[in-house]
């Protein structure tokens, strides 16, 4: 009966509670002014949805996953809501065997550096 209880316990931590919606608005209240705080702070299962515009910045480009399953998306597609590297790096790092679960969609990225993987540079 002990071993019962133990393992129940350790099925409910690894369950998640619940997903989270984080939002990014570079010019508006959003629970994050930059596209790489939401991403950090995400959680794996967490949705982080982009207001149209024009990101720029450290805090928009080279944009990490870390392994996360989640999702980053636009409001209104990539005609609205553009990442601007400024030639200083990439858009995404998708490096650390980040899978179906981790979704990237409704972004122009532009002005990558091609050396760097300009928009999206993915390895495993």
Same mark, same amino acid.
């Given at each position: 009966?002990?071993? +019962?209880?133990?393992?129940? $316990? &350790?099925?409910? &931590?690894?369950? @998640? ?11 508006? @209240?959003?629970?994050f002014n930059d596209?790489? !705080?939401? /991403?950090?702070? #995400? ?21 990490? +996953?870390?392994? *996360? #399953?989640?999702?980053? #998306? !636009? ?5 609205? %809501?553009?990442?601007? %590297?400024?030639? *200083?790096?990439?858009?995404?790092? /998708? ?19 091609? $050396?760097?993987? #300009? ?6």
């Amino acid at each position: 009966m002990r071993t +019962f209880a133990v393992i129940i $316990s &350790l099925l409910a &931590l690894s369950v @998640p509670l619940s997903a989270a919606t984080l939002t990014v608005d570079d010019d508006g @209240p959003a629970d994050f002014n930059d596209i790489g !705080s939401a /991403v950090a702070a #995400a959680l794996p299962g967490d949705a982080i949805i982009v207001a149209d515009g024009l990101y720029r910045g450290p805090g928009n480009r080279d944009i990490d +996953f870390g392994g *996360k #399953a989640i999702t980053l #998306a !636009s409001v209104s597609g990539p005609e609205r %809501c553009i990442i601007d %590297c400024e030639s *200083k790096g990439r858009g995404f790092y /998708v490096d650390q065997a980040e899978g179906r679960g981790t979704v990237i969609e409704g972004f122009t990225v532009m002005r990558g550096r091609e $050396s760097y993987g #300009a928009g999206i540079y993915c390895i495993n």
